[in-house]
Nanobody, 115 residues
Framework: QVQLVESGGGLVQAGGSLRLSCAAS????????MGWYRQAPGKQRELVAG???????NYADSVKGRFTISRDNAKNTVYLLMNSLKPEDTAVYYC?????????WGQGTQVTVSS
């Protein structure tokens, strides 16, 4: 089992920035993908960004050029730097780890962007 602990959410004005962090409880030595998803009220959970253990990344079209995902394998941590935030980015953001056919989720962190 792996626990994921997120931090860094909060309230920010439109145009501002936040950085989310997600720390895994132990090292993952196999090929894996870590990612950030978000879920706004009344909407389905959607992928925001993902990064493989080798560093390949992908982003939702809505965040390309504004968000950057990165990871520190030595610290078992993935980050999401969010710039130029918009009110439509308001959601609960969830960290996800996928490896060896299993998917693990964090508890979620609220991001609220005021206009």
């Amino acid at each position: 089992q792996v626990q994921l602990v997120e931090s860094g959410g909060g309230l920010v004005q439109a145009g501002g920035s936040l950085r989310l962090s997600c720390a895994a409880s132990r090292s993952i030595f196999s090929i894996n993908i870590m990612g950030w998803y978000r879920q706004a009220p009344g909407k389905q959970r959607e992928l925001v960004a993902g990064i493989t253990s080798s560093g390949s990344t992908n982003y939702a079209d809505s965040v390309k050029g504004r968000f950057t995902i990165s990871r520190d394998n030595a610290k078992n941590t993935v980050y999401l730097l969010m710039n130029s935030l918009k009110p439509e980015d308001t959601a609960v953001y969830y960290c996800n780890l996928y490896y060896s056919g299993s998917s693990y989720w964090g508890q979620g962190t609220q991001v609220t962007v005021s206009s």
